[in-house]
């Protein structure tokens, strides 16, 4: 089991850039597929970005490709969310969320209901 806890959410020009970080705790964070998902309001939550369990394979949503970098430091649990050039249509609550992964570890899942663990989500707010 591994429980995340999602930070670096704020408020930012259009244009600017944020960096959200996910720490994960308990064991084998290496053994867990990593995702960030959005919701904003009125709307169904959106895949963002994944990344395999070894970092090898990322998978992105076509609306942040080009902008946004999925990153993971297995040796300190925590996954990063580098976004730039941001829009105020990337306003939503952000989300990462965790897959163990036993066999393959180039997948990088962009489904939501592949994913068995959420953190509280962060606030990431862009102002036009």
């Known amino acids: 089991q591994v429980q995340l806890v999602d930070s670096g959410g704020g408020l930012v020009q259009a244009g600017g850039s944020l960096k959200l970080s996910c720490a994960a705790s308990g064991r084998s964070f290496s053994s867990y597929a990593m995702g960030w998902f959005r919701q904003a309001p009125a709307k169904e939550r959106e895949f963002v970005a994944a990344i395999s369990r070894s970092g090898e394979s990322t998978n992105y949503a076509d609306s942040v490709k080009g902008r946004v970098t999925i990153s993971r430091d297995n040796a300190k649990n925590t996954v990063f969310l580098q976004m730039n050039s941001l829009k105020p249509e990337d306003t939503a609550v952000y989300y990462c969320?965790?897959?163990?992964?036993?066999?393959?570890?180039?997948?990088?899942?962009?489904?939501?209901?592949?994913?068995?663990?959420w953190g509280q989500g962060t606030q990431v707010t862009v102002s036009s």
């Open positions: 969320a965790a897959k163990r992964i036993l066999f393959g570890s180039a997948y990088a899942p962009i489904s939501s209901y592949e994913y068995n663990y």
